[in-house]
């Protein structure tokens, strides 16, 4: 079994569907402000012909050490404010630099106002290409696959080089082979989730004798694995901290494993790329700073309390999920794309063009580069 790309192109139809008007389901993404409430998380485990969700992410408000505020209590910034349409596809602490750049300030410091949206993964690409999008918290996978099918999207700065993830099932399994032939959760086919799914499995030899189930997001994975509807399934952080609880099993961390695959980054299409030039110098810029604030130490209260926020978790769960992430931030700079996590995407990709490709040809790191120094 390799990643399908047939869910890339039904997360297009959807988008188009939504941006013509169609009632229910889908909505195309918003400019409403990052004040809007985010959408809950599922109480049951959808189908996986369900309609892409979309929701507003919850209230950003600056913390304390954020720039200075002004009379109307927003952060000080330059005069114009340029507004900004951004997404991230799943509530998972891989996404902190962006929620703490809205919360702390950060954007709005660069002169950017941002707004917020929660947006299956598989539809991120056509949202970008279709202008509904500026930029994205979106997977290596995502990009990989767009790209192979005729689009036209790049990652610009990484979220991480390493897949968030690690494989919990029941603890009557006690190792990776006892899941052959078992229902496997991920969120769909060709996410990152998916991506690690392929990962995890194929370096445990039994990637064709497990059968990986979609449900639409990590929240559902975790609720079908308490309805004992799949044996495991690839969470992230926070979840994970509420699987432990609940005595499910880790029996694969995706950091741990030490195998290079891109988690996400921050996407933009290269028509973007080519005509916001400027725009998109500030938005990395306040990427760079935002990551370089959630590496230090001293701002973990402030990080936390982004984490908690829009992953809907309680304090504890968001610490956990904190000190899962907190080394990658603190091991890399500069947040770079590694373009062996890229190749690591590409080696799992079932598209005769994968073979060919380089890495290369999916990222450019040349203005975080600039702007990082």
Not at 48 to 55: C, D, F, H, L
Not at 134 to 162: C, H, I, K, P
Not at 314 to 321: L, V
Request: aromatic content about 6%; hydrophobic content about 45%; glycine content about 8%.
């Amino acid at each position: 079994m390799r990643i399908s790309r047939s869910l890339l192109a039904a997360g297009a139809a959807i988008l188009v569907v939504a941006i013509a008007g169609c009632g229910g389901g889908a909505a195309a993404p918003s400019s409403a402000s990052a004040s809007s409430p985010a959408p809950s998380s599922p109480a049951a485990v959808p189908s996986a012909s369900a309609p892409v969700s979309r929701g507003t992410a919850p209230s950003a408000k600056p913390a304390s050490g954020a720039p200075a505020a002004s009379a109307s209590g927003r952060p000080e910034a330059s005069a114009q404010m340029t507004p900004i349409k951004a997404a991230y596809t799943s509530p998972t602490v891989v996404n902190g630099p962006l929620w703490v750049g809205v919360d702390a300030g950060i954007f709005r410091k660069n002169g950017l106002d941002v707004s917020l949206e929660l947006v299956k993964d598989t539809a991120v690409p056509a949202a970008l290409q279709a202008g509904e999008l500026d930029f994205a918290l979106g997977g290596g996978n995502e990009v990989v696959l767009a790209d192979l099918g005729g689009g036209s999207v790049v990652m610009v700065a990484t979220a991480s080089d390493y897949p968030i993830f690690s494989l919990f099932a029941n603890k009557k399994y006690t190792t990776v082979q006892q899941l052959a032939g078992q229902k496997i959760g991920i969120t769909q086919a060709g996410s990152a989730a998916d991506a690690a799914a392929h990962l995890f499995f194929d370096h445990y030899k039994i990637l064709d004798s497990v059968k990986l189930t979609p449900t639409g997001t990590v929240p559902a994975i975790f609720a079908a694995m308490g309805q004992g509807l799949v044996a495991g399934g690839i969470l992230s952080p926070p979840t994970t901290a509420k699987a432990a609880q609940q005595g499910f099993v880790e029996l694969v961390n995706g950091v741990k494993l030490g195998d290079p695959l891109t988690h996400a980054g921050v996407l933009v299409s290269r028509a973007y790329l080519a005509s916001h030039r400027d725009n998109l110098q500030r938005i990395l810029k306040a990427y760079a700073e935002s990551w370089t604030y959630c590496a230090t130490a001293a701002n973990k209260a402030q990080v936390v309390k982004s984490v908690a926020k829009y992953t809907k978790s309680n304090t504890a769960d968001a610490d956990a999920a904190y000190a899962a992430m907190l080394p990658v931030w603190q091991k890399k700079a500069v947040p770079t794309v590694d373009p062996a996590g890229i190749a690591g995407v590409l080696k799992l990709t079932n598209d005769p063009k994968a073979k060919a490709a380089k890495p290369e040809q999916f990222l450019d790191n040349s203005i975080i580069q600039a702007v990082a120094h």
